[in-house]
């Protein structure tokens, strides 16, 4: 086989892992492991293109070295029954790499084909979980079936997960003019996003959208006519706002006071933004109790500790006979101290290592730093690296943007 007939087959690969990411990691797992075995093979091919090693650059290898960082974490307590289950899920931080730049492929010859996989993801699964609401609301005849998490529950999804999605969508530099379906067509597909985007996101990702898609706007300088369908929309978006105005009133009870409190009980009213607050105070008193500001209290002992903590503010922990784990299912909802508790200032140190290097890779562009700032900010609300839809995106769109040029 010649490089020219197989570089499609890896593209569209790499585009149907992400495509089945989102709908079901088993089946991305399967992707992924089929996308190593045709990368494998293709490294048989004589006229594929060459790598060039001396412009690899240390981003790539920043990220395979928060993977061994992480290793070694799990090495500290081996013997501790999650922690080779636990490591087994950071794989990706290291194989997806590796596969990309063996892959041998530019962002500009995927980034079209990538754009329409995801849009297509989230779309079928917007239908899926539109269906799934309708019946639901048929029989209870409650109209939050079609909102946030109850929405996203028919496809297993976190909503915030699946918002996030969205805006990665959203925020993915894509020029109109190098997509395959017209300008109409692609209007459409941006509003339907948005769409699901109001009726399933958080309160933070609904206004990231509709910061993106205002700068976008602003950026191609267009003018503001607003014919009947575009008033139609803007009518929609508004009545859509809804939902996600009654999700942001829950702060306007916000009781910062209860932050500090040394014993809570089962009943203690907290919202999002106070739960986040005292898992970060938590994470603080873990490192304090142990010591572990250098080296970290290791990945696997990590919900230990603060499931420990939990119990020892006597917070809610649930009713085993119901299978109701109550707080003791909750991680540090907050990447950024998910990792300094787990692996001390240098791993904190590294990760932000690693977003540096990203703003400086992209050269300060604001179409690709648009991805960098959204995951960041996301980091600040969910533990994005413990999951395997965080973990894969992270992996893949990083190693993207680290290496524009390794190709010859």
């Known amino acids: 086989m010649k490089w020219y007939s197989v570089k499609p087959i890896l593209t569209a690969l790499w585009g149907s892992m992400l495509f089945m990411l989102l709908l079901s990691r088993p089946i991305s797992t399967l992707a992924l492991i089929i996308l190593g075995i045709a990368v494998i093979l293709s490294q048989f091919i004589k006229d594929k293109p060459k790598i060039i090693w001396s412009r690899w650059g240390v981003g790539i290898s920043l990220i395979i070295l928060l993977f061994f960082v992480y290793a070694l974490g799990y090495f500290r307590f081996i013997d501790h029954p999650e922690a080779w289950p636990r490591f087994e899920k950071k794989s990706p931080l290291f194989f997806i790499p590796i596969l990309w730049v063996l892959s041998r492929l530019r962002w500009q010859d995927i980034q079209t084909r990538i ?72 209007r459409i597909i941006r509003s339907a996003l948005f769409g699901l985007l109001l009726i399933s996101a958080s309160k933070i990702f609904v206004f990231i959208g509709i910061g993106i898609l205002l700068h976008r706007w602003l950026s191609a300088r267009q003018k503001i006519e607003l014919r009947w369908k575009r008033m139609i929309l803007l009518v929609l978006a508004g009545i859509l706002t809804i939902p996600v105005l009654i999700r942001t009133s829950s702060l306007l009870d916000t009781n910062l006071e209860v932050i500090t409190r040394g014993q809570y009980k089962y009943d203690t009213r907290l919202n999002g933004l106070t739960l986040r607050l005292i898992q970060v105070r938590l994470g603080l008193e873990v490192l304090s109790l142990e010591n572990a500001w250098v080296t970290g209290v290791g990945p696997a002992m990590n919900k230990t500790k603060l499931d420990d903590r939990y119990k020892a503010h006597n917070m809610y922990t649930g009713n085993p006979e119901l299978g109701d784990k109550g707080m003791l299912a909750y991680n540090y909802h907050n990447q950024w101290v998910e990792t300094l508790v787990a692996l001390g200032l240098p791993g904190l140190s590294l990760l932000l290592l690693i977003f540096g290097s990203l703003i400086l890779s992209v050269n300060f562009r604001r179409a690709e730093a648009s991805i960098i700032i959204v995951f960041a900010i996301f980091m600040f609300t969910e533990s994005f690296l413990e999951r395997q839809r965080g973990l894969v995106l992270f992996s893949f769109l990083t190693s993207v943007l680290f290496k524009p040029d390794s190709i010859e």
Do not use: R
Not at 152 to 175: C, E, G, R
């Open 115 to 186: 754009y329409i996989w995801l849009c297509l993801s989230i779309l079928l699964a917007g239908i899926i979980m539109i269906a799934g609401s309708t019946i639901a609301f048929a029989q209870t005849g409650d109209w939050n079936q079609f909102f946030y998490h109850s929405f996203t529950n028919h496809i297993q999804i976190s909503a915030i997960y699946y918002s996030l999605f969205i805006v990665t969508a959203l925020a993915l530099p894509i020029h109109a003019a190098d997509l395959p379906i017209s300008d109409s067509t692609h």
